[in-house]
């Protein structure tokens, strides 16, 4: 072969090479009810690269409460992030979707009260839950939403003590406004996730009644705080995007507790306005909830459903009588 023709072949062959289209990403829409340190996982995917790693093009949009699980039920979202019993609860309605990842074991909320005005009502740290709930009765609270899960969590841990709804004055916050309420001394406390109930606990100015992440109450533990859902038919018809989530949500899992340092200085980041003291004890905390491989189980949804019914968000003859069909472990095997 002449070197000319040689060198136009090897030319043309190379610009094929170079010119050809990298493999498309999956666009995907993933609803979330808030953007708090439960979304640890999403930012580990993201600054680790994972969801282009596994095919998809992750677009992460924020609608309130109950309005990002019904964007999954319209078809406007392809995933979202919610608590195990508002699978449940939807499933109760007829409209049935499938959990296929929990990136949260334990319930991530803690309970924390001004210091002077646990202490003035006898609080003892060391005392069993239901002795510690005691202090609440009377006082205000600062809730994320209410009948969201932290509300939940509060009304739960008061039944311990034999307090009803009527004996809490609870206020609905956003996190800084929250913090803005604590100093004025409007609320005596808060029920939260982190880091927002932490901070004055960091500044010495509250004690923690009680913790999801430190198994209060008992069926805390093995709970269905953080699943993704979608609707059955999106991992039939597009089963390569369940895969792939499952996948990068396992990745993102395992990189967190190895890597402790890395991730508080991205939560640093994204959260810049935090102090670094808080970001570090807000993320021990989510540490404690993190499973090693975010599967479902029955165990945890059952938890969520008690859980609700224990704060009287829901009645106890409502709880399904079967999860079948609810929750899989194909995604993250």
Known sequence: MRPALAFALAATLAFSLTARPAAALDDIVIAMPNFTFTSTPNLVAEELGLWAKYGLHAKIVQIQGVGATNAVIAGSADFVQAGGSTLTRAAARGQRLLAIANTAERNIVMITMRKEVAEAAGFDAKAPLEKRAAVLRGKSFGVGAINANPHAYLLAVASRAGIGPDGLRVTALEG??????F????????????PWPLKPV??????VIASGPDGD????INFAYNVILAKP???EKRQHICVAMGRVMKEAIAYMPSNPAE???LLGKKFSNLEPKLIAAAY????KSTPKVPVVTKQALENADDFNVEAGMMKADAKLKS?????TDEYVK
């Open 323 to 327: 999860y079948d069909g609810l929750f």
């Open 217 to 220: 109450p008992p069926n805390a």
């Open 263 to 265: 991730v508080v200085a």
């Open 183 to 194: 100093q004025s001394k409007q609320i005596d406390g808060m029920s939260n996730s982190p």
């Open 202 to 207: 960091v500044d010495g100015a509250s004690v």
């Open 233 to 235: 038919e999106t991992c």
């Open 176 to 181: 800084n406004a929250m913090w803005a309420a």
């Open 284 to 287: 021990d905390e989510i540490l």
